[in-house]
């Protein structure tokens, strides 16, 4: 079996429910050597807060600012998200994936960004492979898609949740913050797995769909 390549972009946690623009942002920073050293750094610099979460120009904006290669897509498909990361450009990608238990500081109802790493299997069973920044108690008992780690997504809840809107109303549908080096090529870390156990679809106890088996934390597609 051929080993799925998975960018091994590092964990970074969001300690509340609005950093995950942020935490998105210095995961690809850390993983290409910018950037500051600190989650609260990262913050400050992207404007991020409660109110606003943080918008994707902004990120966008900052990471060229740190000497690094930056395209913003709309309308982009998975199979665009595939051929980035399989030439070393992670893609930072913004979701209405909203959960229920949100601050009422909140503005307006924006949603959560996650980071994907790699793209697996065919239609109608690809699964996009993302870090994600989330920490179990933000997302437990919801029905989000959110998880802490590295995590797969199933075809039809990424289409479902891949758009967003920030607080002027700008609609992002199907929009990927596609991060590369100036330096080409560059790669930084890259898992090899044959396996993907250790990578849930959703979490452990829910039902496994067709093209996936269960396995020890949950579902995996059945190839697997």
């Not at 051929?2 to 935490?23: K, W, Y």
């Not at 065919?122 to 993302?130: D, G």
């Not at 870390?189 to 849930?200: C, D, H, I, R």
């Given at each position: 079996?051929n080993?799925?390549?998975?960018?091994?972009?590092?964990d970074?946690v969001?300690p509340?429910n609005?950093?995950?623009?942020?935490?998105?942002?210095?995961?690809v920073?850390?993983?290409?050597?910018v950037?500051?050293?600190?989650?609260?750094?990262?913050?400050?610099?992207?404007?991020?807060?409660?109110?606003?979460?943080?918008?994707?120009?902004a990120?966008?904006?900052?990471l060229?600012?740190?000497?690094?290669q930056?395209?913003?897509?709309?309308g982009?498909?998975?199979e665009?998200l595939?051929?980035?990361?399989?030439?070393?450009?992670?893609a930072?990608?913004?979701?209405?994936?909203?959960?229920s238990?949100?601050?009422?500081?909140?503005?307006?109802?924006?949603?959560?960004y996650?980071?994907?790493?790699?793209?697996?299997?065919?239609?109608?069973?690809?699964?996009?492979?993302?870090?994600?920044?989330?920490?179990?108690n933000?997302?437990?008992?919801?029905?989000?898609?959110?998880?802490?780690?590295?995590?797969l997504?199933r075809?039809a809840?990424?289409?479902?949740d891949?758009?967003?809107v920030?607080?002027?109303?700008n609609i992002?549908?199907h929009?990927g913050?596609?991060?590369s080096?100036?330096?080409?090529?560059?790669f930084g870390?890259v898992?090899?797995?044959?396996s993907?156990?250790?990578?849930?679809?959703k979490?452990?106890?829910?039902?496994c769909q067709?093209?996936?088996t269960?396995?020890?934390?949950?579902?995996?597609?059945?190839?697997?």
């Amino acid at each position: 079996m051929n080993a799925h390549e998975i960018l091994d972009l590092p964990d970074i946690v969001q300690p509340d429910n609005f950093s995950c623009g942020a935490a998105s942002s210095m995961s690809v920073g850390t993983w290409f050597s910018v950037g500051p050293d600190t989650l609260e750094e990262w913050k400050e610099a992207l404007g991020t807060n409660v109110q606003k979460s943080t918008n994707p120009q902004a990120i966008a904006t900052y990471l060229r600012s740190l000497g690094l290669q930056v395209e913003e897509r709309h309308g982009m498909t998975i199979e665009d998200l595939r051929s980035c990361t399989q030439r070393g450009s992670p893609a930072i990608v913004c979701c209405q994936d909203y959960m229920s238990a949100m601050s009422p500081k909140e503005e307006f109802d924006y949603g959560h960004y996650l980071t994907v790493c790699a793209v697996i299997g065919t239609t109608p069973n690809r699964f996009v492979v993302c870090q994600d920044s989330s920490e179990d108690n933000i997302t437990r008992g919801s029905d989000s898609i959110q998880a802490p780690g590295k995590i797969l997504v199933r075809e039809a809840d990424w289409e479902r949740d891949w758009h967003d809107v920030d607080e002027f109303g700008n609609i992002y549908d199907h929009y990927g913050i596609i991060v590369s080096s100036l330096r080409q090529p560059f790669f930084g870390s890259v898992l090899a797995v044959k396996s993907l156990e250790g990578f849930p679809v959703k979490a452990k106890g829910e039902p496994c769909q067709q093209g996936e088996t269960e396995a020890s934390d949950g579902c995996i597609p059945a190839s697997d």
